[in-house]
Every structure is written in C-alpha cells, then in structure tokens.
T-cell receptor, first 115, second 111 residues
C-alpha cells in the first residue's frame, strides 16, 4: 500500500512551453503533498508544500508564478512549470504521507528536459 | 528542523556489512529518525524508521543511542544492487512537517 504515482516520468519540450506534472496518491488521501527538485548528483531540494483546497507554500527562492501548484483533490496535486527554459531542466519528485506516524512516500519522479 | 550530517560516500564489497552513521545533534523530543534509499532517476524509498534503541526489519537495522544525537543504519551482507544514495532525515510523525534532505551518503558496492 501507500503508493504515490507521478506522470509523466519523462518529458522533453521546447523552451517557452508550459509543462504539467501530476502526482497522485493511489491508495490513500493526502491533504498535504510536497514537491522537490533534484539536480544531477545533488540532494533533493524542497520547492513547495501543496495543500489541498488552499494555496501552496513555497520555499524561499522558488518563484510561485513560475511553478504553479494546484491541489484540487485529496489524491491529486499538479505542478506546472510555466514558460519553461533550459535552466528548469531537472528531476522533479513529489511525496505524500498516508497519515500520522507514517513515513513519506515518494513518486518515481519526472525527468524534465527543456531544449 | 534538525540538521543531519552523514559521510558523503562509502565503499564496500559484496557480502559485507555496511554501517552508515548520521549525526543529528539538535534532534527534538518528538522527532523520529528515518532513512531513505534512492537509486538514480527514481524517487527515494523508505527503508526504516526509529525513535530509540534498535529497530530491525527485513532489509536493515537502525541503531539509536540513548542520547539520540546520532543513528546508524546497518545493511547486512550488501549486494551490488544496494549501490545507491542513503539519506538520513529527522522528522516529526505528527502533523505534516516538511522534510529537508541533507547531502546523503553515496554507497558503492563492488564485486
């Protein structure tokens, strides 16, 4: 149990395109999900906390107008990278916790490449 | 949020026991210690979690001394497939505290 699914797993697109990444909790409800970005050979960096039914909380230095987060249901959060540029190329990962006293469960990530 | 410190990298051979130690000097009373494993191009995967003393599951053991300022992940008889990055995190199990990842330990298992 406690599966977090991300889609797509890999996307290549042209500069200036907007890209949407979905994060779903398949067998549990998640009022809170987290979005991370990871560059090659580096650690995960928290970008934002996605809150169901309310605005996301962004970490310092993360542009909220650039990385739009929507958490419209208890099982789905989306991250939209707007007007993506090559420097936005990275590995994006989401996570959610099934409940208290449970560890975080992570999606398998989305590799985003902007040409 | 408690900061964690781990060795950047470790090398081992197949069949050996590997112990990775993490220090978390400012751990709070309500904090738990959790270890995750990450393979390239995949999200982190939960390995083990503990609060104090020793916890064991089918893949690893976690040793936590009485002062809880450090913890050691023990992987018995590693195989090539255990080559990965291992992250130690300190988190509260109540509420929805965000996780802050440290550098992790890159374990390389050789034949």
């Amino acid at each position: 149990g406690a599966v977090v699914s991300q889609h797509p797993s890999w996307v290549i697109c042209k500069s200036g395109t907007s890209v949407k990444i979905e994060c779903r909790s398949l067998d549990f409800q998640a009022t809170t999900m987290f979005w991370y970005r990871q560059f090659p050979k580096q650690s995960l960096m928290l970008m934002a906390t996605s809150n169901e039914g309310s605005k996301a909380t962004y970490e310092q230095g993360v542009e909220k107008d650039k990385f739009l987060i929507n958490h419209a249901s208890l099982t789905l959060s989306t991250l939209t990278v707007t007007s993506a540029h090559p420097e936005d190329s990275s590995f994006y990962i989401c996570s959610a916790r099934p409940g208290e006293y449970q560890p975080q469960h992570f999606g398998d990530g989305t590799r985003l490449s902007i040409l | 949020l408690a900061k964690t410190t781990q060795p950047i990298s470790m090398d081992s051979y197949e069949g050996q026991e590997v112990n990775i130690t993490c220090s978390h000097n400012n751990i709070a009373t309500n904090d738990y210690i959790t270890w995750y494993q990450q393979f390239p191009s995949q999200g982190p995967r939960f390995i083990i979690q503990g609060y104090k003393t020793k916890v064991t599951n089918e893949v690893a053991s976690l040793f936590i001394p009485a002062d809880r300022k450090s913890s050691t992940l023990s992987l018995p008889r590693v195989s090539l497939s255990d080559t990965a990055v291992y992250y130690c995190l300190v988190e509260k199990n109540t509420g929805f505290q965000k996780l802050v990842f440290g550098t992790g330990t890159r374990l390389l298992v050789s034949p």
